[in-house]
């Protein structure tokens, strides 16, 4: 199996050059998530895969990131693009085998890169063997216990037996047959019906995925990305939440089914494992909590290592609003000692360009917007969050300055939740359409053949936005990203610490200092006056003229 990559792996931003590296690798890590399907194609059957990823690995190394995330690559029905998981300890055959998943790990090592895989703990898919046991045994069986079967209200039981409502839309129930052809009991799902949630009081439950934990970090992995971390307790009796339009609520209170006190023990249990391990193991919580002050329950010393920061995600381009962001974050992770962790796109919301070429309006938009304003300001956006401390995730595809595809056609969606009323938005399949590499014609060096397929579409516009048509361009999106990633690897200020110092800047602009180091925002269209400090390291933007801050742009100061 895998050697762990303790002892071998480059050094990371500020741990290794202040001589920190018992501080943890990851509290300054730049992390790249790749969803696999989407990333690159080895086999030329239009799926992305593991092979793919193995054999762009260089390119991850190159562009200076630290680790890499992967997201779900498990034996699945794909209900769920991968989330809905079958057999936890099996790769599916559309992205590879186990042996493809040890030789990614393996070279990833090699290249200093650590891996990071995706954890699903808050449900199955429908498929998964203990499941359909649970159906074909029908009442009584000890397989039940593992999930939520509840016998439903009304005089005939056949109305839910709460009324929650899934996240994908409609409700979060389900109803069975039993073995004899009678309706039966309905089972919980927080999201597809096709991803039944595990019951965490099973003690069977906190068995298995404590060998689960086991059997990847034996194959070298460094870490886990927990899916839905806050959602894996319920609360005690499953209690109506008495009222419609759930989702609204999402991310403002405690709910019964999501951020209960209950997940914490979960993960102290699960950091008693990874501290077993040698090379600093981590995992990361996906909680969507009300306050970053909740998120910080996460990131307790003896639980996960980080949380990610939606708050921070779902900021508007403007100063103010990220100031405070940025001052509750830091304030929140304080008093537990743990990295804030930035982000600006993932597999699940609108890519940052787009979002930002449009007035703000969440994370989920439809319309393409000002392109040109929306690059300019995605580009200003990752210089400050890189200058920021702490650990910073990039999303595949956000190097090159990709929007998302607002105009995809509704044969070819793939979201579930676009086929379900009143849910989630299910237009996630816009920032996961395949990554252009090379080559004027789709697939753009995504497969091995020009012209073959991809599983969603490219547009043709995509052509000027390959890897191979940015590389060595010095105003290009990629060439911004490696020269940033080169310069946060060279000045250990950008990711260590837990503060910045704000200076006096005009309304519209931040202005922060870290040891050595001033960074610059310009949130307006138009030129803003302000001192230049130092030496320009790099800037999002051309200059106006000295003196004066580019709209739209971050700029970067040696002091």
Request: net charge negative; proline share 8%; charged share 20%.
């Amino acid at each position: 199996m895998t050697q762990n990559l303790a002892d071998t792996t480059r050094p990371t931003t500020a741990c290794a050059a202040l001589g920190g590296g018992s501080r943890g690798w990851w509290r300054d890590a730049v992390i790249y998530q790749v969803y696999p399907r989407s990333f690159a194609d080895a086999n030329g059957d239009g799926m992305g895969d593991l092979p793919g990823v193995r054999s762009r690995l260089p390119y991850l190394r190159d562009l200076g990131v630290d680790a890499v995330w992967l997201s779900p690559f498990y034996a699945s029905p794909q209900a769920d693009a991968g989330y809905d998981v079958a057999d936890y300890r099996a790769v599916d055959p559309m992205f590879g085998t186990l042996l493809d998943a040890d030789g990614l790990i393996r070279d990833a090592h090699a290249l200093g890169l650590r891996i990071i895989v995706d954890l699903v703990p808050n449900h199955s898919s429908d498929q998964h063997e203990w499941f359909q046991r649970a159906l074909r045994e029908g009442p009584g069986s000890a397989l039940r216990e593992r999930y939520h079967f509840r016998p439903g209200n009304g005089v005939d039981g056949e109305l839910p037996p709460n009324d929650w409502e899934s996240i994908f839309g409609g409700p979060a129930w389900t109803r069975t047959t039993d073995p004899d052809g009678t309706r039966g009991d309905w089972y919980l799902h927080l999201f597809a019906p096709e991803q039944p949630d595990f019951n965490w009081d099973s003690p069977a439950v906190a068995d298995e995925f404590r060998s689960i934990l086991r059997f990847w970090l034996d194959m070298g992995v460094d870490g886990f990305r927990v899916d839905v971390a806050h959602g894996l307790v319920k609360a005690p009796g499953l209690p109506d939440l008495g009222s419609h339009d759930q989702l609204k609520l999402l991310g403002n209170d405690v709910m019964p089914f999501f951020d209960q006190d209950g997940v914490h023990e979960i993960y102290r249990a699960w950091r008693r494992i990874l501290d077993e391990y040698p090379g600093e193991r981590i995992a990361v919580a996906e909680a969507w909590t009300p306050t970053v002050e909740r998120t910080a329950n996460y990131v307790r010393p003896d639980e996960l290592h980080q949380a990610f920061n939606f708050q921070y995600l779902g900021t508007a381009w403007d100063a103010a609003e990220l100031r405070a962001v940025i001052d509750s974050s830091l304030a929140a992770m304080r008093p537990v000692d743990a990295p804030a962790t930035w982000v600006l796109s993932n597999h699940d919301v609108t890519r940052h360009a787009t979002r930002f070429a449009n007035p703000p309006g969440g994370t989920q938009i439809r319309t393409p917007g000002d392109r040109e304003l929306g690059l300019r300001r995605a580009r200003a956006a990752t210089l400050l969050m890189l200058a920021l401390p702490g650990s910073a995730y990039l999303y595949q595809g956000e190097e090159l300055g990709l929007p998302d595809v607002t105009d995809l056609p509704d044969e070819v969606r793939q979201d579930p939740s676009f086929f379900r009323a009143s849910g989630q938005d299910g237009f996630r399949d816009g920032c996961r359409v395949p990554i252009p590499w090379s080559g004027s014609t789709a697939p753009f060096g995504f497969g091995p053949s020009e012209g073959g397929p991809s599983w969603l579409p490219q547009p043709a516009e995509w052509a000027a936005l390959s890897v191979e048509a940015q590389t060595g361009d010095p105003a290009s999106t990629l060439e911004l990203y490696r020269a940033a990633l080169a310069v946060r690897r060279e000045r250990p200020e950008l990711g260590a610490g837990s503060s910045v110092e704000w200076l006096r800047a005009p309304q519209g602009v931040l202005a922060f200092r870290r040891e050595g180091f001033v960074c610059l925002v310009n949130t307006t269209g138009e030129p803003v006056a302000h001192p230049t400090h130092g030496r320009l390291l790099l800037a999002s933007a051309g200059t106006v003229e000295p003196g004066l801050l580019a709209p739209d742009s971050t700029s970067w100061w040696a002091v």
